[in-house]
């Protein structure tokens, strides 16, 4: 199987008590999303307050709200991480049909998107299936950015198979369902391999009818590609 893609990742301002709350990990605005990721998905967005992730950044609470207006802004970013940088990139991607064929872009869209959730913070892509995250007004949002990723989906299967099976199948939908997998095998302490990952892109293909022998060199030809987009 292909070579492995690798992982990438992201001020400070006057009067903040104390110290500032900078680490080796990055900036306090990154040490806030950080901390905040990690209390959500072991506490519960309801059962986590602003006090609670100051506290474990190791900075006052008024400090935080220097960075963020309330926890539901928190909240807001960290949903946007687990998919704005896919989202970001779909144009792009799609552009790539002039020189590679559309199975090769799906290829490309699904890496992108799976590696999108393997760096996500504490498997923060979990955050969208919690109930007290869902019940939240803010949430309206992250679900009109999903569905542009969904979208993006849908037109590139109507590219690889008929008309019908894509709207009997909604197949935008389940192709990023199969890309989710990856919070699954992250919450259960799974390790995300090349191979899982690209057994999800593989089988993101044969939902749209590619081809066995097609899939082979997509594969190849994606892992080349995808890198420009990580």
């Known amino acids: ?37 990690r209390l959500f998905t072991s506490c519960g967005y309801a059962g986590t307050s602003t ?11 008024s400090s935080l709200y220097y960075h963020f207006a309330d926890k539901g802004e928190i909240l807001s970013e ?15 991607i799609e552009k790539l049909a002039s020189e590679h064929d559309w199975a090769t872009v799906l290829y490309v869209l ?8 393997a760096v996500a913070p504490h498997n923060a892509g979990m955050l969208p299936r919690l109930p007290d995250v ?38 935008g939908n389940v192709l990023l369902q199969l890309v989710e997998v990856v919070i699954s ?8 391999t090349d191979t899982k990952r690209h057994a999800i892109a593989a089988s993101a293909l044969r939902l749209c009818d590619v081809s066995e022998e097609q899939i ?3 594969a190849l030809t994606a892992e080349r590609l995808v890198g420009q987009f990580i």
Do not use: C, N
């Open 1 to 37: 199987m292909p070579a492995t893609m690798t992982s990438t990742r992201r001020p400070g301002g006057p009067g903040r008590p104390r110290h500032t709350g900078q680490t080796a990990t990055g900036s306090a605005r990154e040490d806030i999303l950080d901390h905040a990721a």
């Open 51 to 61: 006090r609670d992730i100051a506290e474990a950044v190791g900075i006052r609470q």
């Open 78 to 92: 960290l949903l946007e991480q687990t998919i704005r940088p896919t989202i970001d990139k779909v144009e792009e």
């Open 110 to 117: 699904v890496l992108l998107d799976v590696h999108t959730l």
């Open 134 to 171: 869902t019940s939240q007004p803010l949430f309206a949002r992250s679900k009109a950015v999903r569905r542009e990723l969904i979208d993006a989906y849908d037109r590139i299967a109507s590219r690889l198979t008929d008309d019908r099976r894509q709207h009997d199948l909604r197949l």
């Open 185 to 192: 095998i992250r919450r259960v302490g799974d390790t995300l």
């Open 216 to 218: 082979w060199p997509s």
